[in-house]
């Protein structure tokens, strides 16, 4: 028997007590601690995942073209003037999601310049009148009335803006549809809730939620707008389909990289190498015009700033280490620092992704208790981020002030290299330069060359300390964060450390040190390298550096690799979401397609009673099912295709049905628009519970084969698990009908979908299967394990 669900039945308890418990625990979603597995029901048929903080039923995208009658009638009877306008309208808003992803990109600069800009002129003047404590409690106080802002819209307003969102951004384009996640109200939670945790001065970036933000105007715009808050379009109803969602989605996520980093090629590589799942090249097209668009519109509002209109937004605005004025110059010795950067960066990567592993379970735990207890928990982590940056700079010494400086010293408000803090006239505190400043200006003084008496070792590792372990505890709070800013953060300081320790073996200056430790980080943790790279030369606008940053990330991937996956993988892994990679998994080489799909298999004939229609559609949320038809209408049993749930509403509610079981000769495009079989925006659809049938409509029959998807993709029950994978994702199905190799059996043994490619329905099947899987986390457990326990040897080596 085979099955025609989408996102079926519940998962069996694949974990054995061993499993379950200890160093495996790391594998196992978060699911499972809920008392459920992805996959598992509320109504019998919806797949759960965890979005916010709240477990919520997700389905699969239809990316798949609909090829029935209608469709073919409808593509046949498009005019050269509407393909044209079709083509025009795509590129129109990819224009539109480039120009309002960079508005919003400005704005949210603007925002936490001159919020966090005032926050630290204010409580700089009581530091300078030596009133130490009422300065603490302006610090202390505003950092956490923004944060508890952002905190409540997150936790009342949108959960699903909690967080970096890229994850979620990933899945979606992997086929994911989650509730919520590009939906308005998470957009305005996005925008504001970021701008509120980052002028908070905890330890998150604005870059993830940009990424965030631009898929969400991108799904805006494409839908047509919001039928909710009464925002429609209807010459965008081209777009209503998910497959030009897809692309446009493609474009916002590549737009929001662009804006927050001001690196247009490196957001199209990003979107090529990290988010999207299917590529081609006139998306690539379509991207790189996008982020061009955020790059033209950024410049421009730049250069309006410059003429002072934009309050504290100055030098230190949208997030540019100009390091261009450096020389570069290195040699086959300077390698070996470089290497050194690249290893302990995947070290300290692989690290940083286990522990935040272990941090998001214990806060999930917290957060699904309630609103209440999510504003408790980021209340708490602002306190504490409060007491670190303002209490730990007294630990450093004040340091005389160096002679022939262009910039004032120590430097009076709120950014520069020379933090007066605590310190008399004519010194400064280095470790208050880092910490009483913006992440995005704690970066730039790293990043800044030709400073290498500026700041101590000391105050450098006890900062890097310091940012690693508020960027974990930080992330999972309810507030928009990215991981970006503190994984560069943490990265540049650990480089500009290991630059201070070798300043007497390499001639390499303690900034560009300060860059190729926050690459070995960024690769070690998020195992990213063509984008990354292009995005590091367009921050720090120098070409010079090209062979060292690459170096040095594909040293800290290859390194971080051999501990665990990237961190948006175990993300996406912890909430449950059903994502497809790209290569499938050894043990799915010896499995059929038939072995794993299960059933019950629910049919309909091709001429079907609305009575049967109607009882299948309220008994299960299916929502694809095969259309056979049997004699007298055919010789024998055949499959004629695929009718979706979303089109049998459609044809319920029309009411166009027949008296008797027979062929219909009707003109159906007479009849019927193929609008109004396109998916609706934000689950404003048609809902069965609205339409009312009567007992003599239920007698009658509908003809389902004008509607039916004729030429669905299917393959032989023989066919390899791993072969229908590869398939099934690079395609882009919501379907994958299986059909008997013999003949004289029915025309379908099943429907393979997302859920029947899971590892746990998988090793459910098959629970012999798990020893050789968990045997692997093992190896890579115990190898982390030795290599964390001899790291000081190693130190004492180099």
């Known amino acids: 028997m085979g099955r025609a669900i989408e996102d079926g039945e519940e998962f069996r308890d694949i974990e054995s007590e061993e499993v379950g418990h200890g160093e495996n625990d790391l594998h196992t979603p978060l699911l499972k601690r809920r008392g459920t597995f992805r996959g598992s029901m509320i109504d019998g048929t919806s797949q759960l995942a965890i979005v916010g903080a709240n477990v919520s039923p997700v389905e699969s995208l239809d990316y798949e073209i609909i090829e029935n009658d209608l469709f073919k009638h409808d593509w046949r009877s498009r005019s050269r003037v509407q393909i044209f306008q079709y083509i025009v309208l795509k590129w129109t808003l990819a224009f539109l999601i480039g120009i309002f992803t960079g508005l919003v990109g400005f704005f949210n600069n603007l925002a936490v310049e001159n919020i966090a800009g005032m926050k630290f002129v204010i409580t700089s003047n009581y530091m300078l009148e ?66 509120g945790a980052v002028s908070a001065s905890l330890h998150v970036g604005k870059e ?85 668009v955020v790059a033209v519109v950024l410049r421009g509002l730049i250069d309006y700033c410059q003429t002072g209109h934009c309050g504290l937004f100055g030098k230190g605005g949208l997030i ?45 735990l917290i957060n699904e208790r309630g609103p209440l207890f999510k504003l408790i928990l980021t209340c708490t982590v602002s306190i504490i981020t409060s007491a670190c940056a303002f209490g730990l700079p007294w630990l450093a010494k004040c340091i005389p002030c160096p002679e022939g400086l262009e910039e004032s010293c120590p430097t009076i408000g709120r950014s520069g290299n020379f933090k007066k803090f605590q310190c008399e006239p004519g010194y400064y505190n280095d ?135 990237s961190i948006y993988d175990q993300i996406v892994h912890l909430k449950g979401l059903p994502f497809l990679e790209a290569n499938a998994e050894p043990y799915m080489r010896h ?24 009882r299948v559609l309220k008994s299960c949320t299916h929502n694809g099912f095969p259309v056979i038809d049997e004699p007298p209408f055919s010789e024998a049993p055949v499959l004629c295709g695929l009718v979706l749930r979303s089109h049998l509403v459609v044809l319920l509610k029309k009411k166009l049905f027949l008296p008797s079981q027979a062929f219909s ?37 509908v003809d389902l084969h004008p509607f039916t998807n004729t030429s669905p993709y299917t393959v032989v029950e023989t066919m390899s698990l791993a072969k229908a994978l590869m398939l099934f994702r690079q395609v882009g199905l919501r379907h994958l009908c299986v059909v008997p190799k013999s003949s004289g059996r029915p025309p379908i043994v099943g429907i393979l979908t997302r859920h029947d490619f899971m590892a746990e329905h998988i090793l459910g099947l098959f629970p012999n299967l798990k020893q050789s899987k968990w045997k692997r986390v093992r190896i890579r457990l115990s190898v982390f394990t030795t290599i964390m ?10």
Request: aromatic content about 12%.
């Open 591 to 614: 499995l059929t397609a038939g072995d794993v799909v299960t059933g019950p298999l629910v049919t309909f004939s091709g001429i079907e009673k609305v009575g049967n229609i109607l």
């Open 320 to 364: 540019m280490f100009d390091v261009s004025s450096v020389t570069i110059s290195y040699h086959i010795s300077d390698l070996l620092p470089v290497i050194i950067l690249g290893v302990f960066g995947g070290i300290l990567g692989g690290l940083y992704n286990y522990l935040l592993d272990k941090i998001l379970r214990v806060y999930s």
């Open 208 to 292: 993830g939620p940009m990424v965030h933000t631009g898929a969400c105007i991108a799904s805006l715009l494409s839908q047509g707008g919001s039928r909710r808050y009464h925002l429609t379009w209807r010459w965008l109803r081209y777009f209503k389909n998910d497959r030009d969602r897809r692309d446009l989605v493609t474009c916002g996520a590549a737009a929001g990289v662009a804006a927050a980093f001001r690196a247009p090629v490196g957001g199209v590589l990003f979107a090529l190498e990290e988010a999207a799942s299917w590529w081609r090249s006139a998306l690539l097209w379509r991207t790189f015009f996008t982020t061009a």
């Open 789 to 798: 326990k001899n790291i000081p040897i190693i130190g004492n080596y180099c």
């Open 431 to 565: 470790l208050a330069s880092l910490f009483f400043n913006t992440n995005d200006d704690a970066i730039r003084n790293l990043f800044s060359s030709g400073t290498a008496t500026e700041f101590h070792s000391s105050s450098i590792l006890l900062f890097f300390g310091a940012v690693y372990v508020l960027g974990l505890l930080t992330y999972g709070i309810a507030v928009p964060s990215g991981l970006f800013i503190p994984v560069i953060l943490a990265g540049a300081t650990y480089g500009r450390l290991v630059g201070i320790l070798m300043g007497s073996f390499t001639e390499l200056d303690q900034g560009l040190f300060a860059v190729l430790g926050a690459a070995s980080f960024l690769g070690g943790s998020m195992r990213m390298t063509v984008s990354l790279c292009v995005i590091l030369l367009e921050l720090t606008n120098n070409l010079l550096m090209l062979p060292l940053v690459m170096v040095v990330l594909l040293i800290s991937k290859a390194v971080g690799d051999a501990f665990n996956s």
């Open 665 to 701: 000769s009707a003109d159906f495009s007479q009849q019927f628009t193929y609008v109004e079989f396109a998916k609706p925006g934000s689950g404003k659809g048609i809902k069965l519970e609205e339409i009312e049938i009567s007992a003599d409509e239920e007698e009658m029959f």
């Open 130 to 195: 030596k009133r130490y404590m009422l300065a603490f409690a302006v610090f202390g106080s505003s950092n956490l009335v923004l944060a508890l802002l952002s905190a409540l819209l997150c936790a009342y307003i949108a959960p699903a803006a909690a967080g970096s969102g890229i994850p979620e951004v990933k899945a979606y384009l992997n086929g994911v549809d989650a509730p919520a996640i590009l939906a308005p109200g998470t957009l305005f939670v996005k925008i504001f809730g970021s701008i």
